[in-house]
């Protein structure tokens, strides 16, 4: 049922043989639906890459906040299988949107929640390089530094790439700073 929900759904911008473009669809209509294909079954994945993959990467900015905030909601439901489309959420914030603040707030959620071993490192490690971004350079080195110091890190190469980090952060600090 869900399958056939979402090839209804997809199919819809080509009815009747005229194409509609995806930043003219009901974006709140769109994303009910694809809560409803989601309720029907909860462990496909399609109507989030849908959401995140597609429908997010309208040229209207609105309407890609609308299906990103879609992907966040559904991600708080089962963090440890619907995060990497959060983790393209919050790619898209950052570099389609411009809007750090957001891409923050869903990688964030993404180290916070996410409680699988099997999340890689780089999508938990996502909020302290959107911290350097910001320029919010203090509480970058802070997490940073207590991430190298919790020991989860168990890879030799991650680690010295993640010192090295540490120290460029910490001189972009000292640099920063007046004299």
Known sequence: MARLAML???????RGGSAIPYHRLDYDRLVA???????????SAYPLFAAARVYAESPDP????????FVYREYL???????PWLAHA????KHRLRDLALARRYAA???RDTTDPSVPSWARQMEIFILEDMDELEAAKIMLGG?????????????????????????????????
């Open 33 to 43: 639906w694809l809560g409803a294909i989601l309720e029907t079954d909860p462990r």
């Open 147 to 179: 991430l190298l110091a919790s020991g989860r890190i168990t890879d030799p190469a991650e680690a010295k790439f993640l010192r090295e980090r540490l120290e460029q952060l910490e001189d972009r600090l000292r640099n920063s700073r007046p004299r």
């Open 8 to 14: 209804y759904l997809q199919s819809f911008d080509l």
């Open 77 to 83: 439901k089962s963090p440890n299988t619907r995060w």
């Open 62 to 69: 609105a309407k890609s906040r609308v299906a990103l905030d």
């Open 109 to 111: 959620a993404i180290d």
């Open 90 to 93: 919050a790619l898209l914030a």
